[in-house]
C-alpha cells in the first residue's frame, strides 16, 4: 500500500490524497485550489485514466473541483453509490 499527499498538506484548499492499495489507483478528494497559491499541489503519480475510484470526504469545492479535469483528462464514468 502507497499514500501519497497531493494536496493540501500545507493548506487548508485543494486536498487530495492518492492511495495505490491492492493494484487499485485510489484519489481521496481531488480539490481545487483557492485564494492564493503559495504552495503547489503535486502532479498525480499516474495518468487520469488510471484512476480506479475516487472517494469524496464531500462535495465542497476544494474537496470536488478538480473532478471535472480527471473526466476531461481521464475519460472516467462518474457514479454515486
Known sequence: MKLMFIGADHEV????HYLNAAGKHILVDYGMEQGVNTFENADLP???PLIDYVLLTHAHVDHSGML???YAKGQVQISAA
Open 13 to 16: 484548499t485543494g486536498s487530495c
Open 68 to 70: 471535472p479535469f480527471l
Open 46 to 48: 499516474v495518468e487520469a
